[in-house]
């Protein structure tokens, strides 16, 4: 099954300072279509994890360098032929796309909800 790879809310970013804290607005747009179609939550495994790197989990799956959420992870052994996975990049046994824009465009194709207009 495809893991999706989202921010918890309410994270400190060292890097900013100390007294903000901070949601992230790409994982939060994901969320909001996983609202609209809350199937999804019985077709993917949505994973909510830290801010803080190296990000447990998704790093193991992806690398070090691709661990910028939100993060869609699909194990190799799960595509099929039908799937075009042409805009995914590859990490060992999965792939793997971290752009708001591509995760909504398999969310779409692959399981059939409506486009963003
Ligand atoms: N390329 C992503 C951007 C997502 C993004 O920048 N997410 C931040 C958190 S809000 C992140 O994970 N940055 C990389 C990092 O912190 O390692 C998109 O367009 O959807």
């Known amino acids: 099954m495809a893991k999706l ?8 970013d060292k890097a900013l300072g100390e007294d903000t804290l901070y949601y992230c607005p790409y994982s939060a747009q994901i969320l909001g279509v996983l609202n609209y179609y809350p199937r999804l939550y019985d077709e993917l495994e949505v994973i909510f994890i830290d801010f803080e790197r190296p990000r447990k989990g ?5 690398g070090e360098a691709n661990q910028g959420c939100p993060n869609l992870v699909i194990p190799k052994e799960d595509v099929t032929t039908d799937d075009d996975l042409s805009y995914f990049d590859s990490y060992d046994g999965n792939y793997f796309v971290n752009s708001v824009e591509l995760i909504a465009r398999y969310l779409s194709e692959k399981h059939t909800i409506g486009a963003p207009h």
Request: glycine fraction near 8%; charge should be neutral.
């Open 5 to 12: 790879f989202l921010l918890k809310p309410g994270f400190t």
């Open 58 to 62: 998704l790093v193991e799956l992806v």
